[in-house]
């Protein structure tokens, strides 16, 4: 009769078989036997753990099971196998210590290209600091990280790939239970989706876009405080942040309270546009409709709104220059520049400086003006030879009308 243990040898090395893929299939390491030859125990009842983890990066360093979750991986047994320093499922606080043994460590990341101070900053997050509270709602890493599939965050597989950072945050933050004890909404998601952060990301695919930890941070995910705002959007937003600086929403108020910079007029989620004709409204949702303030924005409205329509008449120019079989590439030359001109004016308008606005506003007049003037040209000339060419038509029917008669004649 077959005993136990030389019946659960023979199953390992099926598993082991049927685990290994065939010759030819890639370099990467598989996850079949000890360094010394012999059979790794951990397949006996794990052989899917195997499948997802040789697709990871940590299957390609040489990471084991009993890396991470000890244990002997000689044994074929339950008991065995398990015996020990063994860590099943680790829980959330486990789950960051197994991590940071070589993530936290330089001598070992140094060689990857990767930070080690992904847990000093997770310590200084609001997750952190409920995870130390015992609060198990809060992240760990293997909650954004899958823990045997992991994969690096420029394949498009990977929850922090940028287009599945939003979604990856949502699982959490988009959860009405999970969200209503910390009082915080969940309607964050889809409003960004609808930003022009999201569209960028989304749409566009312009990654350099801010998603979720462009702003939060990631392992140190916070909220920026109210004085941080401008830090935080002027990242990007450099002159901008400038122009902010220099006018009158920039610094703090005269009781000395901070100003709420970009999220006065921008929503922090939505981060919308404001469109050129609703600027006036915009102030007024601070400032009363006869303040100086409102007036301000009035000015700085009609000026926005005068260098846009210019810059589609320019637009429309160089679409009649082309109708009329024209070259356009002079024109195009000069709607670039004024093009350069005129995104200049979302920087002037954040400073609120009227006289630079009314300057730019002059400058891009001063070319799109040149365009029109030549499209007008080249429509009249079209006309003319339109014109001349109705002695010609006149004449040449007239021929043939006389021919026409005289051949009934004949």
Avoid at 20 to 34: F, I, K, N
Wanted: one cysteine or more; hydrophobic letters at 35%.
């Amino acid at each position: 009769m077959t005993s136990a243990r030389p019946l659960t040898v023979l199953i390992a090395a099926a598993l082991v078989a049927i685990a290994q893929p065939a010759r030819g299939q890639g370099t990467r390491p598989v996850l079949t036997t000890r360094a010394d030859g012999t059979a790794y125990g951990c397949l006996v009842c794990h052989a899917d753990k195997r499948r997802a983890f040789v697709q990871g990066v940590h299957s390609e360093w040489g990471i084991r099971c009993h890396d991470c979750h000890g244990g002997d991986p000689v044994a074929l047994e339950v008991g065995p196998a398990h015996a020990g320093e063994f860590v099943g499922a680790p829980d959330k606080l486990q789950t960051v210590e197994i991590c940071s043994s070589c993530h936290a460590d330089p001598d070992q990341m140094r060689q990857y290209g990767l930070p080690a101070d992904q847990f000093a900053e997770l310590k200084t997050s609001r997750h952190g600091q409920l995870l130390e509270a015992g609060n198990r709602d809060a992240p760990t890493c293997s909650d954004c990280h899958d823990p045997h599939t992991t994969l690096p965050s420029s394949d498009a597989r990977s929850a922090t790939f940028p287009t599945n950072i939003p979604r990856t945050c949502g699982r959490c933050h988009s959860d009405t239970e999970m969200m209503e004890p910390y009082g915080l909404v969940i309607d964050q998601l889809e409003e960004f989706r609808q930003s022009a952060h999201g569209r960028a990301i989304f749409e566009d695919g312009n990654f350099a876009a801010p998603s979720c930890i462009g702003c939060h941070g990631s392992h140190a995910a916070l909220p920026p405080d109210v004085g941080e705002i401008v830090n935080v959007c002027g990242r990007c937003h450099i002159d901008v942040r400038r122009a902010l600086a220099s006018g009158p929403h920039g610094g703090t108020t005269e009781s000395g309270n901070v100003l709420l910079g970009c999220t006065a007029c921008h929503t922090n989620h939505g981060t919308e546009s404001i469109d050129s004709e609703s600027i006036a409204e915009t102030c007024a949702r601070c400032h009363e409709e006869d303040d100086a303030a409102v007036r301000l924005g009035e000015q700085i409205e009609e000026g926005v709104v005068r260098a846009e329509r210019e810059m589609e008449s320019a637009r429309e120019a160089i679409s009649e220059l082309g109708i009329t079989g024209r070259r356009t590439s002079d024109a195009r030359f000069r709607y670039r520049h004024a093009l350069t001109e005129f995104r200049q004016i979302a920087e002037v308008q954040h400073g609120f400086d009227v006289e630079q606005l009314t300057d730019l506003e002059l400058k891009i007049s001063s070319i799109t003006k040149g365009i029109e003037a030549a499209a007008e040209v080249a429509v009249e000339e079209r006309w003319e030879h339109r014109l001349l060419l109705i002695p010609l038509w006149f004449f040449a029917l007239s021929i043939a009308a006389l021919a026409y008669f005289r051949l009934r004649k004949a």
